[in-house]
């Protein structure tokens, strides 16, 4: 068990519509990440917050956001969604504002039908 | 950007069969993790090692920085180890691990 929880585990939704998914760090770490993994692209880098700040950003696309709230649990939104949606999103969490040693959760199985 | 190249990229092993995994990156880092995708696509850290050497059971890793490569080593291998296996890399404070396309394990009993 890493210590970030990540829910829903799993999750089925048609095109068009919008999910929210939800991260809860470890103790202690200020910093959350998104990645994507999907079949063809691998693990992708989304967005990066640290302490409530967005810090760094990768390839999230325009439909998607995300924010981290005071208390430093996040949420990834995703909307208006595709068939090319459908992958695995992973949070991860580290104490350090600068990567550091990066602790992922079960991730959320997205399926877009 | 940076380029991380996993090799091999397939790997079949029978139980009790010791393996290397090489990770070669294209640049200098400042972090590098190793992590293990099991079969219900969990991820786990294996080594935090952007140099030197470290070593966990029957795993171990080392990291040459100043000639952009990583190793892990398993040895013993037992069927709980088949997944997949990524090294990641971080160039500087860009905020982000990169991953390489990972070395799919597979251990036969």
């Known amino acids: 068990d890493s210590g970030v929880t990540q829910t829903p585990k799993h999750l089925i939704t ?5 999910v929210t998914l939800r991260c809860s760090p ?81 991730g959320s199985r997205l399926t877009v039908l | 950007g940076i380029q991380v190249e996993q090799s091999p990229p397939d790997l079949i092993l029978q139980e009790g069969a010791n393996s290397t995994l090489r990770c070669n990156f294209s640049d200098s880092v400042n972090n590098l993790q190793w992590f293990h995708q099991n079969p219900w696509g969990q991820l786990i850290n294996l080594f935090y090692i952007p140099s030197g050497t470290k070593q966990n059971g029957r795993l171990s890793a080392t990291t040459v920085a100043t000639e952009r490569y990583s190793l892990l080593y398993i040895s013993s291998s037992q069927t709980t180890d088949s997944g997949v296996y990524f090294c990641a890399v971080e160039r500087g404070s860009q905020g982000n691990l990169i991953f390489g396309k990972g070395t799919k394990l597979s251990v036969k009993p």
């Open chain 1, 14 to 18: 048609a095109t068009g519509q919008r």
């Open chain 1, 26 to 106: 470890r103790s202690g770490d200020l910093s959350v990440y998104w990645y994507q993994q999907s079949l063809d692209q691998g693990l992708q880098f989304l967005i990066q917050y640290y302490n409530g700040e967005e810090r760094a950003k990768g390839n999230i696309l325009e439909r998607f956001s995300a924010q981290q709230f005071p208390d430093l649990h996040s949420e990834l939104n995703l909307s208006s969604l595709e068939l090319g949606d459908s992958a695995l999103y992973f949070c991860a969490s580290s104490v350090a504002k600068i990567t550091g040693e990066l602790f992922f959760g079960e």
